[in-house]
């Protein structure tokens, strides 16, 4: 990194610094007071790359989430089946990640504890309601659930970052050894505790003992019959993602040129732990085992450093303002995409043969199957979905409503 890069990367906007080019004297502040101010002014400065981060990040879930026919995916659009990763994979833990970033940075987080707790309740209730609609039938709601996780994750890493502040240990540190504990406990559970059939180590879908618990507690109300990707067990390690970008934004905040030189150190070494964790607890979004909390939370430091250094550093902004629109109002993004589809589901067209089918698919066959390839106009199908919901969010945007949960 050059030397001009160095001095925008320490100052950033948050803290005032003058310097006279052409051979002029150069007037810089205590370099201590530099880094208290920095401090200070966390809550003032927004990171143009977070919000670019969070954008492409829910840019990509839609996409996922919304393809025209099952049947005709690009493999990188589609999950892991089981032990393993794709890109598609990467979305929930780099949100949560995000997460993690956004509290250390959040005037909600820093005002009190009641702010707190109605982010996280609202998050979960939003998710307990999307689940239900539009049937809303008691027997078979599903209680776990993407946004569900995500209030619990939030609830639970904001209240250890506001109680770690008063420790005696430095606050990353401690965060990041309380990350540790968790994801070495989740491991000797999953691989020591016996399931019903006295087997241990068992991580097949209904095999593993996080199933086994939800099944004993939320039976009828889980993704599966028998099983629950977002299950009560596996929420303990998605924790442990959240604690890893409050750690990562800690260190981001301070605006230092070393910043990135140990959050790529940390990146690359959540990468070979993760990877070398995966021989004996594979990587596995679904049990979201440990050594997929460590591997995720490598590459989402990664990418943020880089998205870091390329806007906010090198001031490359040009083209990132869709996502930055689309980062401002993220979880009215993922509301929105979710009541789409299941409206477009609920609604009924008549088809062909007498029948009918769910609107979605009478759109995709007549609007989007002659236009290309299936796998193309399976993709264009989900492209469109999020150009729509784009322009809501545009809208949004111009008229500075931004959904604050």
Not at 238 to 248: D, K, P, Q, Y
Not at 304 to 317: A, F, M, P
Not at 341 to 357: C, E, H, N, Q, Y
Not at 366 to 390: D, E, Q, T
Request: proline letters at 5%; glycine letters at 8%; a positive charge.
């Amino acid at each position: 990194m050059s030397g001009p890069e160095v001095a925008a990367f320490d100052v950033d906007h948050a803290v005032e610094r003058r310097v006279e080019i052409a051979g002029k004297a150069a007037v810089v502040r205590d370099p201590n007071a530099v880094v208290r101010d920095q401090a200070a002014a966390t809550t003032r400065a927004r990171l143009v790359s977070l919000d670019v981060f969070r954008g492409l990040t829910v840019a990509a879930m839609v996409i996922v989430n919304n393809p025209g026919d099952w049947g005709n995916v690009y493999a990188p659009l589609l999950h892991a089946e089981w032990n393993g990763w794709t890109p598609t994979d990467l979305i929930f833990p780099f949100f949560l990640f995000i997460v993690g970033v956004s509290i250390t940075m959040s005037r909600q987080t820093l005002a009190g504890w009641a702010s707190i707790v109605r982010r996280g309740v609202v998050l979960i209730g939003l998710g307990l309601f999307l689940a239900g609609f539009p049937a809303f039938t008691p027997n078979h709601w599903r209680i776990p659930g993407v946004l569900q996780r995500i209030g619990v994750c939030y609830l639970v890493a904001a209240t250890l970052y506001k109680t770690s502040a008063a420790w005696p240990w430095k606050q990353e540190r401690a965060l990041m050894l309380i990350s540790g504990v968790l994801l070495a406990g989740y491991w000797a559970v999953m691989m020591l505790t016996p399931n019903e059939h006295g087997v241990r180590g068992d991580l097949s879908p209904e095999g593993n003992v996080a199933a086994m618990l939800d099944r004993a507690l939320l039976s009828n109300h889980l993704w599966r019959p028998r099983w629950d990707p977002e299950g009560l067990l596996s929420t303990v390690p998605a924790i442990a993602t959240t604690l890893f970008g409050i750690c990562a934004g800690l260190v981001l905040r301070l605006r230092t040129s070393r910043s990135l030189a140990v959050l790529a150190l940390w990146g690359s070494a959540g990468i070979v732990i993760g990877e070398a964790w995966h021989l004996v607890f594979p990587i596995n979004k679904n049990l979201w085992t440990s050594s997929y909390a460590v591997f995720t939370a490598g590459a989402a430091t990664l990418l943020l450093i880089l998205l870091y250094w390329w806007i906010d550093v090198r001031g490359h902004r040009r083209a990132t303002h869709p996502f930055v629109v689309l980062g401002l109002n993220a979880i009215a993004l993922f509301a929105l995409s979710a009541l789409l589809v299941k409206t477009l589901i609920a609604i009924r067209m008549p088809a062909a043969d007498g029948t009918t089918i769910a609107m979605s698919g009478w759109i995709y066959q007549h609007w989007f199957v002659p236009l290309a390839s299936p796998k193309n106009a399976s993709l264009l199908y989900a492209a469109a979905n999020l150009a729509l919901l784009y322009g809501v969010l545009w809208v949004m945007y111009r008229k500075r409503v931004f959904i604050k949960i």
